[in-house]
């Protein structure tokens, strides 16, 4: 199954809101309906938003201000403007040209999603790992197997996986609706954690690595990536346990120069204040919800991407 694809000229994609209860595919045939997608998180991970961009410049059909829309949905995301930009460099030559530039940003995130998979279970030493997750890095936030619940899968693969310790990944539980369900999907053993337990578990000697995914590398190593990840950063270091960022080339944002540059996206209160339309806090409360952190590049033990480890 694919997260993202162009099929019979539409966007197709998986409908992630409504997951794990239903397996649902949307037909996408404007830009309007992709950014609606795309801000409320129907289709998210920072390598699917990337082909999200470059299929979505195809639907704008050569408008700039759809493609300007397009570009900002999430500022966060450095991939989601650079899908965009891959397939709008193509625009002079038609729109086939722009076609053919959004599937190849498409098809080389499956070969990435691979490559990754394989390199970060090369660097990680030892059988039987017992890995620590955040928020959702699986195929659902790819194309295809997707960044660090790749590496998680190559292990599995080889034999090589002890277990999964996902966090739930708080307020939209990506971890606890997404991961589990892919977890559970490849067969790989699992548990699902609460977010504040895991620095806790790593200072109880429970991991061997954390594995993470990114929204944004700066230049100079530090990395944006879903709320939560600072925190288990933070924690590894105290612990001594590898701390991991898996994410494609293309999330390297040679641009930022570092965390400090990097726009953190606030949500709002809904997100906070209740959960799939049910209240949770008293009328009236206001909430501050950043939807990503930035780790400092001297608590990353190594970035790995479908090209080469980097040891910030």
């Given at each position: ?233 933070l924690g590894a270091e105290r612990a001594g346990v590898p701390f ?17 540059h990097i726009a953190i996206e606030d949500r709002g209160d809904d ?42």
């Amino acid at each position: 199954m694919r997260t993202i694809d162009w099929v019979d000229g539409a966007v197709e994609l998986v409908d992630q809101t409504l997951l794990p209860d239903k397996l649902v595919m949307l037909r996408i045939h404007t830009v309007a309906e992709l950014v609606d997608a795309i801000r409320r998180l129907a289709v998210r991970g920072a390598p699917a938003l990337g082909v999200a961009g470059a299929l979505g410049v195809v639907l704008a059909d050569g408008d700039p201000a759809q493609i300007a829309e397009l570009r900002a949905a999430r500022p966060t995301a450095v991939n989601l403007a650079w899908g965009v930009d891959q397939a709008a460099a193509r625009l002079p030559q038609g729109r086939e040209a722009v076609l053919a530039a959004a599937l190849k940003v498409r098809d080389d995130d499956i070969a990435a999603c691979h490559a990754m998979g394989e390199r970060g279970a090369d660097l990680l030493e030892g059988d039987r790992l017992r890995i620590m997750t955040v928020c959702n890095t699986g195929g659902l936030a790819a194309v295809e197997r997707g960044t660090a619940l790749g590496v998680v899968q190559t292990l599995h693969e080889r034999g090589r996986l002890a277990e999964v310790l996902a966090l739930e990944t708080r307020p939209l539980l990506q971890g606890a609706r997404l991961t589990t369900w892919e977890l559970a999907r490849m067969g790989a053993p699992h548990r699902l954690v609460a977010d504040s337990a895991g620095p806790y578990l790593l200072a109880k000697g429970g991991v061997d690595a954390v594995l993470i995914g990114a929204d944004r590398i700066a230049a100079n190593g530090d990395t944006a990536n879903k709320i939560g990840s600072y925190a288990l950063a933070l924690g590894a270091e105290r612990a001594g346990v590898p701390f991991v960022v898996i994410a494609p080339e293309s999330t390297i944002d040679p641009g930022t120069p570092s965390g400090e540059h990097i726009a953190i996206e606030d949500r709002g209160d809904d997100e906070i204040v209740s959960f799939r339309g049910v209240r949770v806090a008293p009328e009236g409360t206001r909430a501050l919800n950043p939807a990503f952190d930035v780790t400092p590049h001297d608590l990353i033990s190594a970035i790995v991407t479908e090209q080469r480890v980097i040891r910030p």
